[in-house]
């Protein structure tokens, strides 16, 4: 398959396929070319393909994921340890987010018990923020 029929599939853009093999996250080695010059990727670079983009909707970075996909083999339990780490992150974001919402509810209904419509905001909710 050349590099556009590749992306279609996958539903990402051409230069995220290259992108990825200059980083070294797909063997090139692998990639065959054309007489022409085009790239000719096979079954197995879908597949690692689709490993990346998965990988990446991890949340894992892309130096993370080459550790993962290197040529010594990672196993399960590395996997396991990355995911673990993506999920303590989300859950860092989630308290973060959580805090944020709260104290925009106070603020807001600090700022509709102090102000009145003809009220400049500035001066209505100063105080309670």
């Known amino acids: 398959m050349r590099i556009g029929e590749v992306s279609k599939i996958l539903g990402i853009n051409n230069s995220a396929i290259r992108f990825y093999e200059r980083h070294g996250l797909i063997n090139s080695s692998n990639i065959t070319r054309a007489e022409n010059g085009y790239r000719i990727y096979g079954q197995r670079d879908l597949e690692e393909l689709r490993l990346i983009i998965r990988f990446k909707e991890f949340g894992l970075e892309l130096k993370e994921i080459k550790r993962l996909l290197g040529e010594e083999s990672k196993s399960c339990g590395d996997l396991v ?6 999920l303590e992150k989300c859950r860092q974001m989630e308290r973060l987010i959580k805090d944020r919402m709260s104290s925009l509810m106070a603020a807001k209904n600090s700022c509709k018990s102090l102000c009145k419509p003809t009220v400049e905001a500035k001066k209505c909710c100063a105080s309670s923020i």
């Open 81 to 86: 340890s990355s995911l673990d780490e993506q």
